[in-house]
């Protein structure tokens, strides 16, 4: 299948700070990706969907304006945690689409996942 | 919007066959049933995908019945390595939107 990854695999950092995570699709184009944050024992919990080229539609209780989303080729999203928090700490695993990607009906490729742990 | 409903958890041992339902009440006529695997610390992993009757690949068994309501995930012969998250999912009628319900955490003892 088609192959999706994520850098870096896991950040500690100081409260206050951001954070970039990037997904990048390696062997396909991307036409839409999804973040997702997953916390311990817990299931996925989709926090944006982006269109190349589009903003990014957040989903209800998601602040745009801290977890800033750019999905600026067919090939990368980035997701900016902005002012980190330690409840921000958390699993964020973002996944990828395409139309040409997969012989199923929009089957998601989901990258590896970042640890995100905020001091 | 629709959910998915799957148990908890389940308990095998190896070698055993392992089915794990899922009830989806509020499916919609255009939605696929889609099957995901995620192992600790580690993104999803598709699994399977159907849309009605039985669907069968290397790895598993999808059985979805005719009024589509649930769908019955089977693992021939479980090992070790088949201990995970098992997410059942379809696609939310406003595109390809995921959504990840509880999922059932399948534990394979030797």
């Known amino acids: 299948g088609a192959v999706v990854s994520q850098h870096p695999s896991w950040v500690i950092c100081k409260s206050g700070t951001s954070v970039k995570i990037e997904c990048r699709s390696l062997?396909?184009?991307?036409?839409?990706m999804f973040w997702y944050r997953q916390f311990p024992k817990q299931s996925l919990m989709l926090m944006a969907t982006?269109?190349?080229?589009?903003?990014?539609?957040?989903e209800q209780g998601v602040e745009k304006d801290k977890f800033l989303i750019n999905h600026a080729s067919l090939t990368l999203s980035t997701l900016t945690v902005t002012s980190a928090h330690p409840e921000d700490s958390s699993f964020y695993i973002c996944?990828?689409?395409?139309?040409?990607?997969?012989?199923?009906?929009?089957?998601?490729?989901f990258g590896p996942g970042t640890r995100l742990t905020v001091l | 919007l629709a959910k998915t409903t799957q148990p908890i958890s389940m308990d095998s041992y190896e070698g055993q066959e392992v089915n794990i339902t899922c009830s989806h009440n509020?499916?919609?006529?255009?939605?696929?049933i889609t099957w995901y695997q995620q192992f600790p610390s580690q993104g999803p992993r598709f699994i399977i995908q159907?849309?009605?009757t039985k669907v069968t690949n290397e790895v598993a068994s999808l059985f979805i019945p005719a009024d589509r309501k649930s769908s019955t995930l089977s693992l021939p012969r479980v090992s070790l390595s088949d201990t995970a998250v098992y997410y059942c999912?379809?696609?939310?009628?406003?595109?390809?939107?995921?959504?990840f319900g509880g999922g059932t955490r399948l534990m394979v003892k030797p």
């Open positions: 999912l379809f696609h939310n009628n406003a595109g390809n939107m995921l959504t």
């Open positions: 996944s990828a689409s395409g139309t040409w990607a997969s012989d199923y009906y929009n089957e998601q490729f």
């Open positions: 062997d396909f184009q991307a036409t839409t």
């Open positions: 509020n499916i919609a006529t255009n939605d696929y």
């Open positions: 159907g849309y009605k």
């Open positions: 982006s269109n190349e080229g589009s903003k990014a539609t957040y």
